[in-house]
């Protein structure tokens, strides 16, 4: 069945280095990726999507990447903070006619950011 | 603008009851979706609402069950719970869709006995 692959599980980064998170669907057909961070004991919120129509698209620190032919995206965080420090999840999803149809989650990556 | 609430924020049931979530969006959000949250599977997507009716299902067993109010406050029910059903259940509200911001509420912690 449809899935999603995130990589790796956990990561541990020295604070000011760089951190990457792959995500890895199944589905072609997916076309909406989002990625939510959620602390410890939070709720997640979304901080940064992409749309298949594009390939790459930051926001400050943060910038997710697509490959459409590999069916892979990518979330970089660059200058980390211990902050930063949180669950990370990716997720597919399709759009129908009126709304989306399928929506998939990854396991997540829990990044630790060392000061 | 006051965020998305969630009532009640923790449950004990024992197997076999039924339990009713209920959740709150923004204000002006018409899109209603829940989620349960485990530490074995993760994030799963259940159902979403939109203008009092389902729009989209995930692969839930028809125990798992919503419905949304014209005020777009939903509700969630599961019936016959088993103990599988313990989990993190959170609720989001967006103002069309998935793909429109997404703001999660607090949760509701259920543990089934």
């Known amino acids: 069945g449809e899935n999603v692959e995130q990589h790796p599980s956990t990561l541990s980064v020295q604070e000011g280095d760089s951190a990457v998170i792959k995500c890895t669907y199944s589905d072609s057909a997916s076309n909406y990726f989002p990625w939510y961070k959620q602390e410890l004991g939070k709720r997640p919120q979304l901080i940064i999507d992409i749309r298949s129509n594009v390939g790459e698209k930051k926001d400050q620190r943060i910038a997710v990447t697509l490959n459409k032919t590999a069916k892979h995206f990518s979330l970089h965080i660059t200058e980390t903070q211990p902050e930063d420090s949180a669950v990370y999840f990716c997720?597919?999803?399709?759009?129908?006619?009126?709304?989306?149809?399928?929506?998939?989650f990854g396991p997540g990556t829990s990044l630790s950011v060392i000061p | 603008k006051a965020g998305v609430t969630q009532t009640p924020r923790y449950l004990i049931k024992t197997r076999g009851q039924q339990v009713t979530l209920s959740c709150s969006p923004i204000s002006g959000h018409r899109s209603v979706s829940w989620y349960q949250q485990t530490p074995g599977q993760g994030l799963q997507f259940l159902f979403e609402y939109f203008s009092e009716t389902q729009r989209n299902k995930g692969n839930f067993p028809g125990r798992f069950s919503g419905r949304q109010f014209s005020n777009s406050r939903s509700e969630m029910n599961v019936s016959t719970l088993e103990l599988g059903d313990s989990a993190l259940y959170l609720c989001?509200?967006?103002?069309?869709?998935?793909?429109?911001?997404?703001?999660f509420g607090p949760g509701t912690r259920l543990t089934v006995l």
């Open positions: 989001a509200s967006s103002l069309e869709d998935f793909e429109s911001t997404q703001y």
């Open positions: 997720a597919a999803s399709i759009r129908g006619k009126t709304s989306y149809d399928k929506v998939i």
